[in-house]
């Protein structure tokens, strides 16, 4: 059974780091396409970085330069740098089976997506 678990979240100050981890069992990891979101208190679930099997990366505006997306086998990370008031949110780790284009982009549904995790709490506080 394909499963998503997050870790790695928690309360970081302003400016500072923290890596999310999620473990991906029963995929075909090297096929899937992956990605992270989060979703902030009121707000919309917003997608943050994707990675697709054929390596394509995307970054949501607001991140780039700052978080960096990555796989090890069956792992993905989120390393989170130079943190911000507005990235406090729950982070969620999704995976769609292929064929599947996984991309951040502003207005679109994420709904169809096959996979989600639990979610990790990031609260970044000055």
């Known amino acids: 059974q394909e499963q998503l678990v997050e870790s790695g979240g928690g309360s970081v100050q302003a400016g500072g780091s923290l890596r999310l981890t999620c473990t991906a069992s029963?995929?075909?990891?090297?096929?899937?396409?992956m990605g992270w979101f989060r979703q902030a208190p009121g707000k919309e679930r917003e997608a943050v970085a994707t990675?697709?099997?054929?390596?394509l990366i995307t970054y949501a505006e607001s991140v780039k330069g700052r978080f960096t997306i990555s796989d090890d086998k069956n792992t993905l990370y989120l390393q989170m740098n130079s943190l911000e008031l507005g990235d406090t949110a729950t982070y969620f780790c999704?995976?769609?089976?292929?064929?599947?284009?996984?991309?951040?982009?502003?207005?679109?549904?994420?709904?169809?997506?096959?996979?989600w995790g639990k979610g990790a709490l990031v609260t970044v506080s000055t």
């Open positions: 999704a995976a769609d089976s292929p064929p599947c284009s996984l991309t951040v982009e502003p207005g679109i549904s994420y709904d169809g997506v096959s996979y």
């Open positions: 029963g995929y075909t990891y090297s096929t899937v396409c």
């Open positions: 990675l697709n099997g054929d390596g």
